[in-house]
C-alpha cells in the first residue's frame, strides 16, 4: 500500500465523514478505501475511525493523526504544484553548452536576450571545445556544430554554420589574391586543427563542382579566435566560419576571398539529455534559438 495515497483517503474519509464519498473522489470502491484505512489502523495497531450506521468520525489518536496527515498531503500537493509549474514556466536554472568561440562570439547575447524575456529564469553558460558529457556535466541543453552520431540524447535542428576564406589585405598586396580554389594551395594557409582533414578545404564552385585543394602554412590551432587573429595579423589564408569572421569583415580587417566559391556548411543543432519529459526552460529556450538561425543569421545578433 502506498502510505501517502492511504493518507490522502484518510484525510478525505475524515472530512467527507463518509467512506463511499471519498472512494468516488478518488475512482475506487468503497471495500477499497475501508481496506485502505483498516491497513493503516493494523500498521499502526490503534483504531483511527468510530464507525457506526451514520457514518464515520475519528477517535482521539485519529483526530491526532488526521491534523498530521492534512499537513503531509498539502505539502505533498505544493511539491506536485511547484514542479507542474516549473514544467510550464522558463524559470529556475538553465545550463548550457556550447563550444568557445561560438558561445562568446554567439551564445552570449542570444542569451542575455532569451534572459530579458524571461526574468524568472537564472543561466549558467559553460563554454568548452572538448565533448561534454551532458549528463554528467548537469547541461540542460548544448549547441553542436555537425552531423550527430546516435544517441539517447533528443536533439533540434537550429540551421547552418557556413565557412568562408579569408584573408586581409595587406597578405593579399603583398602575395596576390587566388582567383580559383587550386591557388590556395600556393598560398600560406592558417589551420583550424579541430575541424577532420584540416590541411584539406573543399571548396564548391559557383557551379556546384567540389575541388580538395592541400593546405600548409605557419599556423595550426584548434582555436578559431587565433586562427583569424593570424589573418588579420597578416600570416595568411584562413578558413572560417561567417560568426567568427562577420566583425573582422565589417571593420574591413579582412575580406573575403574566391567569393561565389563556398565551403562545406555544418548543421548546428540543440541536444538536451533525453527526448523525454523535456523540462519547459528547455523547450522555451530551444524556440527561441529556432527562431535565430535563419539566412545570414550572424548579421542579426543581439547585442549583448
Known amino acids: 500500500?502506498?502510505?501517502?495515497?492511504?493518507?490522502?483517503?484518510?484525510?478525505?474519509?475524515?472530512?467527507?465523514?463518509?467512506?463511499?464519498?471519498?472512494?468516488?473522489?478518488?475512482?475506487?470502491?468503497?471495500?477499497t478505501a475501508t481496506k485502505q484505512v483498516a491497513a493503516m489502523e493494523a500498521r499502526l495497531k490503534v483504531r483511527l475511525l468510530n464507525r457506526n450506521t451514520r457514518g464515520v468520525s475519528p477517535t482521539e489518536a485519529g483526530a491526532l493523526y488526521y491534523e498530521n496527515c492534512k499537513g503531509i498531503v498539502r505539502a505533498a500537493q505544493e511539491a506536485d504544484d511547484l514542479v507542474q509549474v516549473?514544467?510550464?514556466?522558463?524559470?529556475?536554472?538553465?545550463?548550457?553548452?556550447?563550444?568557445?568561440?561560438?558561445?562568446?562570439?554567439?551564445?552570449?547575447?542570444?542569451?542575455?536576450?532569451?534572459?530579458?524575456?524571461?526574468?524568472?529564469?537564472?543561466?549558467?553558460?559553460?563554454f568548452e571545445d572538448r565533448y561534454t558529457?551532458?549528463?554528467?556535466?548537469?547541461?540542460?541543453?548544448?549547441?553542436?556544430?555537425?552531423?550527430?552520431?546516435?544517441?539517447?540524447?533528443?536533439?533540434?535542428?537550429?540551421?547552418?554554420?557556413p565557412w568562408l576564406v579569408v584573408a586581409s589585405p595587406r597578405y593579399l598586396r603583398?602575395?596576390?589574391?587566388?582567383?580559383?580554389?587550386?591557388?590556395?594551395?600556393?598560398?600560406?594557409?592558417?589551420?583550424?586543427?579541430?575541424?577532420?582533414?584540416s590541411d584539406q578545404w573543399r571548396v564548391v564552385s559557383p557551379r556546384g563542382e567540389a575541388i580538395t585543394v592541400p593546405v600548409t602554412g605557419p599556423l595550426r590551432s584548434n582555436n578559431l579566435s587565433a586562427v583569424l587573429a593570424a589573418a588579420r595579423s597578416h600570416l595568411g589564408i584562413a578558413a572560417l566560419p561567417w560568426y567568427v569572421a562577420a566583425d573582422s569583415l565589417a571593420a574591413g580587417t579582412v575580406v573575403e576571398v574566391l567569393k561565389?566559391?563556398?565551403?562545406?556548411?555544418?548543421e548546428i543543432h540543440a541536444v538536451y539529455p533525453s527526448p523525454k519529459l523535456v523540462p519547459r526552460k528547455v523547450q522555451a529556450f530551444i524556440a527561441y534559438l529556432q527562431g535565430r538561425f535563419g539566412d545570414h543569421w550572424w548579421e542579426r545578433l543581439p547585442k549583448g
Open 1 to 31: 500500500m502506498d502510505r501517502l495515497q492511504a493518507m490522502e483517503m484518510f484525510v478525505r474519509v475524515v472530512e467527507t465523514g463518509s467512506f463511499s464519498s471519498a472512494a468516488r473522489e478518488f475512482g475506487t470502491t468503497q471495500p
Open 86 to 126: 516549473r514544467q510550464t514556466q522558463a524559470q529556475g536554472l538553465l545550463r548550457v553548452g556550447s563550444s568557445v568561440a561560438f558561445g562568446r562570439r554567439v551564445l552570449v547575447p542570444l542569451a542575455l536576450d532569451f534572459m530579458r524575456q524571461h526574468p524568472q529564469l537564472q543561466v549558467d553558460l559553460s
Open 133 to 161: 558529457d551532458l549528463v554528467a556535466q548537469g547541461i540542460d541543453v548544448a549547441v553542436r556544430m555537425g552531423k550527430l552520431a546516435d544517441s539517447s540524447l533528443g536533439a533540434r535542428y537550429l540551421g547552418t554554420n
Open 174 to 197: 603583398k602575395y596576390g589574391t587566388p582567383r580559383r580554389p587550386a591557388d590556395l594551395s600556393t598560398h600560406q594557409a592558417l589551420i583550424y586543427s579541430s575541424v577532420q582533414g
Open 260 to 266: 561565389g566559391h563556398s565551403l562545406p556548411e555544418q
